[in-house]
Structures are given as structure tokens and as C-alpha cells.
């Protein structure tokens, strides 16, 4: 049974890949085209404002077909005299195409593998993993359960869990992270840079420099709290939990609730203020301060890249979640389209 379930969500999870490739390319050229066009001064010349998100530039502009059909037939008849115009409606048509059949297929794999959980995770391996969250180690991305996990005695988790990531110079937690950067997060020119910042931490990890490998990750970690909350940069924590827990309440699934409330409970408990922290636990501001009331051990850094692997699966879900619902606000089609192809 393992074996066809697992099967089955690699397949379902190659063919989401292959739609999120096609729908990036396709958007990549949309966006050329649009490049080509002087949008910016088409807009001013005809008094219309200007915006830097592109879709909104053509929305505004199609406002004015009905309430000013002369100025938008100059604008049409501005925007004619560049080929790439052209050729956009056709480029947006078939984005359309691809983007129906990746939020559908985006669907079906969360559904999936939200199904999966329910029917391999059982009682007693959910106690296990809540039980290993209370102690930092946050395994709630598993898509399949562990067996041996389920089978350890409560008091010998902890010690299962650091030699299983400890074992061979560190190669599951290094066969995560590959794995984690084969998701689309909306950032790839940040990718680049996280990567070699991972890579960083994992050297670090590797030849006991505890310190500096917990600092680069609470660094990583900051950074994907704040594009999981979709807020902007000087946003407050607090301002960034309430975002995100209002997208965890809109997903409405709740092993995603448990994921979240246990994600949430580490990352604070790692960021209180010095004069209540806890000595036994590491702390960013702490370590980031050189206070050093707590220095950091091997498995704090098992513990945070667990938090930072956690984290990035969450937000994957999350942020495409809420891109679906702005793009069924905008589109009503779409909305009607995934409610029939979802039945």
C-alpha cells in the first residue's frame, strides 16, 4: 500500500512541476512583451495612471472602454503601433489555458496528499511527532509516516531522531534541502542567495561551528516568516503571526492548524526577549548579540533547519493558496471551472 500511495503522489507531484515550469515560461514571455510596449508613457500621454503591477496598468485601462470609449480607442490605437501588442492576447489565452489546469492540479495535490496524512499518519505516530514538537523537532512536512518513528519508546525520540539526521555527515537533512529548493516560492532571485546561505549553514553544521550555522538559519528562517505572511518588511511579528493564521484559517484544513500552531510555538519561543529566555533553549536575539546565554549545539541546528524545511513546505501551500483565491476573485471562470473539475 505504501508503495502505491507514494507512488502516486510523486506522479502527482511531477505533474504540478511540469505545469508550474509551463506557467512560469509562459508569464516570463507575457511579461517581454510587455516590456517592449512603453506602457508607461502610453498611460501618461492619455492621462491615465500609472502602476507597477502590470495587471492592474490593463485593468484600469479597460475601465475606461465604457466611460470613455473615445480615449481608450486612442489608447488602443497607440498601443497598435507596437507588434508585441499583438501578440499578448493570444500569450494571455494560453496562460489562461495552463493556469486552469495548474490551480486544478494544485488542488487535487494538496487534497491528496491531505488524504494520504489522514489515512497512513495514525494516532500513535501523530503522538510521536506532537510529542518530538514539543522538544523542537518539527516533522509535520512528512508526506509519509515513519515507521520506525512510530515503533520508538516516547523516551528515546529525541536520540532516534538526532542520529537518524546526524547519521552519514548529515545526509537526510542535506537530501531535504535539495528537495525543498525543487518548490517555486516566488523568489528565485533570492534563490540563488538562500542556497548558498544553506550551504553555508550545512558547512558550519558539518564541522561544529554550531554558532554560526544557527545564526545564518535564524536569518533564513526570518525571511520565510515574512514571505509566508505576505507582508511588507517592517511589519511587526505579531502583525506577521495574525497574517498568517488568518491564511491557515481561509485553507481550513486541520493538520495544517496542528502544523502551523507547532511552527508557530518553536519560532517564539526562539525569538522571547533575553530577560525571560529560557537558558535551556537556543535564542536568535541571544545569539545574534553575542550574549551567548545559550550557545548553540548540534541539535539546535538540526531543531532550526527542521524549522526552516517546515516553514518553506507551509508557505508553498499557503502563498499558492492565496494567489488561487486573487486569481478566482478576478476571475469568476476560473472559480466556476476548479468547482466542476473538483467534484
Known amino acids: 500500500m505504501f ?5 502516486k503522489q510523486l506522479e502527482e507531484e511531477e505533474k504540478l512541476n511540469k505545469l508550474d515550469d509551463e506557467l512560469s515560461k509562459i508569464t516570463n514571455e507575457y511579461k517581454q512583451l510587455v516590456k517592449a510596449i512603453p506602457l508607461e508613457q502610453i498611460l501618461q500621454n492619455n492621462n491615465i495612471p500609472f502602476y507597477d503591477d502590470i495587471n492592474k496598468n490593463f485593468e484600469e485601462t479597460l475601465k475606461i472602454k465604457e466611460t470613455e470609449p473615445t480615449k481608450f480607442a486612442k489608447v488602443i490605437q497607440d498601443f497598435n503601433k507596437y507588434p508585441e501588442f499583438a501578440k499578448i492576447n493570444d500569450i494571455l489565452k494560453k496562460r489562461d489555458e495552463i493556469k486552469y489546469k495548474y490551480f486544478k492540479q ?5 487534497l491528496l496528499i491531505n488524504q494520504d496524512r489522514k489515512t497512513l499518519f495514525s494516532e500513535k505516530y501523530i503522538s510521536k511527532m506532537r510529542n518530538l514538537a514539543q522538544l523542537g523537532y518539527i516533522l509535520y512536512f512528512y508526506m509519509m509516516p515513519d515507521k520506525i518513528l512510530e515503533n520508538t519508546l516516547d523516551e528515546n525520540l529525541e536520540k532516534y531522531i538526532i542520529d537518524i539526521y546526524s547519521k552519514n555527515n548529515f545526509e537526510i537533512l542535506k537530501f531535504n534541502l535539495s528537495e525543498i529548493f525543487s518548490i517555486k516560492t516566488f523568489d528565485s532571485q533570492l534563490q540563488k542567495y538562500k542556497i548558498e546561505d544553506l550551504k553555508e549553514a550545512i558547512f558550519c553544521l558539518e564541522n561544529g561551528c554550531y554558532n ?3 545564526r545564518t538559519l535564524f536569518a533564513l528562517i526570518d525571511n520565510e516568516y515574512l514571505k509566508m505572511s505576505e507582508t511588507d518588511e517592517k511589519a511587526k511579528r505579531n502583525t506577521r503571526t495574525n497574517q498568517i493564521n488568518k491564511f491557515i484559517e481561509k485553507l481550513n484544513m486541520h493538520y495544517y492548524d ?9 519560532y517564539e519561543l526562539c525569538n522571547v526577549n533575553t530577560n525571560i529566555q529560557n537558558k535551556g533553549n537556543i535564542n536568535r536575539h541571544d545569539l545574534a548579540h553575542g550574549v551567548y546565554n545559550k550557545k548553540a549545539t548540534k541539535e539546535d541546528c538540526i531543531k532550526l533547519i527542521l ?7 507551509l508557505r508553498y501551500v499557503l502563498n499558492n493558496i492565496n494567489l488561487l483565491f486573487e486569481e478566482m476573485t478576478n476571475d469568476l471562470k476560473l472559480a466556476n471551472f476548479l468547482i466542476k473539475e473538483l467534484k
Open 3 to 7: 508503495e502505491s500511495i507514494l507512488k
Open 106 to 110: 494544485l488542488c487535487s495535490y494538496i
Open 212 to 214: 554560526s550555522c544557527a
Open 258 to 266: 496542528e502544523w502551523w500552531s507547532k511552527i508557530k510555538e518553536f
Open 307 to 313: 524549522l526552516f524545511i517546515n516553514m518553506k513546505y
